[in-house]
């Protein structure tokens, strides 16, 4: 079992930033990919940007070049840097942990941080 703590929600005007951070515990030693995930109301849940292992990222068109997602592989965190936010930005974000353990996959959720973009 792996738990995932967010922190970093807010509210910022239009234009701002914010970084949102995630740590893991337990059984961290079969972390694979790390990634933040985001839903907004009425709308579906959706990737905004995923990180394995290696060090190896990718993102949703609509944040490439605003967001950047790193991870501590020491710590087992994974942080997204949120830049020249968009009130289409405003979601609540949520931390997703996968693990491979003895050829099986599992997914883990954070509980969610409100992010508020005003404009």
């Known amino acids: 079992q792996v738990q995932l703590v967010e922190s970093g929600g807010g509210l910022v005007q239009a234009g701002g930033s914010l970084r949102l951070s995630c740590a893991a515990s337990?059984?961290?030693?079969?972390?694979?990919?790390m990634a933040w995930h985001r839903q907004a109301a009425g709308k579906q849940r959706e990737l905004v940007a995923a990180?394995?292992?290696?060090?190896?990222?990718n993102y949703a068109d609509s944040v490439k070049g605003r967001f950047t997602i790193s991870r501590d592989g020491v710590y087992n965190t994974v942080s997204l840097q949120m830049n020249r936010l968009k009130p289409e930005d405003t979601a609540v974000y949520y931390c997703?942990?996968?693990?491979?353990?003895?050829?099986?996959?599992?997914?883990?959720w954070g509980q969610g941080t409100q992010v508020t973009v005003s404009s």
């Open positions: 337990g059984s961290t030693r079969s972390l694979n990919s």
């Open positions: 997703n942990a996968r693990t491979v353990r003895f050829g099986l996959t599992s997914n883990y």
């Open positions: 990180i394995s292992s290696g060090g190896s990222t």
